[in-house]
T-cell receptor
């Protein structure tokens, strides 16, 4: 089965521009997560979808970040307008069953975002 | 809220020597604990996880970890390092009965010296 995929793998944009990151979870996985790693820091949780609903978005840094998961399949994370501190690696993960907190989260390779 | 401490961002180990990566956690409720590995240009891959069954957990590629409640630790070990073990390793925790979010440590970049 195909793993979690993310697009693009790298993105370089200027401050003030808009960027949209995409994540395709493993087919059939209800749970989809977004995480971010800023350079030199730990990987931090951003938000969690169960199917198309936002279960927990307490990790979203501010209202410049908008995540969607229409139809409960792929998800997008839009940053508008981007700021320098948004640079980092954005990871997406998915897991199978809703509410299964022992379920393994399968991670994608990440999108490296650089804001100049 | 749960948190994880991994000391020493870079760890050097000789090929054939013991690999020991330390992880200490804090959690207000019994935790679930994970070790993930990230090889270059790949996503995080689960090495092993503790979910309240056996306290000594065996994972892939010869790694194992032991949950010690009294020490709030979940250290990762491998008896003999191989060149292919060069990667970044992350310890993570999630709370039993809580939400599903993972809280990660800062990671250990492991370098294997021939």
């Amino acid at each position: 089965e195909a793993g979690v995929t993310q697009f693009p793998s790298h993105s370089v944009i200027e401050k003030g521009q808009t960027v949209t990151l995409r994540c395709d979870p493993i087919s059939g996985h209800d749970n989809l997560y977004w995480y971010r790693r800023v350079m030199g820091k730990e990987i931090k949780f951003l938000l969690h979808f169960v199917k198309e609903s936002k279960q927990d978005e307490s990790g979203m840094p501010n209202n410049r970040f908008l995540a969607e998961r229409t139809g409960g399949t792929y998800s997008t994370l839009k940053v508008q307008p981007a700021e320098l501190e948004d640079s980092g690696v954005y990871f997406c993960a998915s897991s199978r069953a809703a509410g299964g907190y022992t379920d393994t989260q399968y991670f994608g390779p990440g999108t490296r975002l650089t804001v100049l | 809220a749960q948190s994880v401490t991994q000391l020493g961002s870079h760890v050097s180990v000789s090929e054939g020597a013991l690999v020991l990566l330390r992880c200490n956690y804090s959690s207000s409720v019994p935790p679930y604990l994970f070790w993930y590995v990230q090889y270059p240009n790949q996503g995080l891959q689960l090495l092993l996880k503790y979910t309240s069954a056996a306290t000594l957990v065996k994972g892939i590629n010869g790694f194992e970890a032991e949950f010690k409640k009294s020490e709030t630790s979940f250290h990762l070990t491998k008896p003999s390092a191989h060149m292919s073990d060069a990667a970044e390793y992350f310890c993570a925790v999630t709370e039993r009965g809580g939400n599903n979010r993972l809280a990660f440590g800062k990671g250990n970049q492991v370098v294997v010296i021939p």
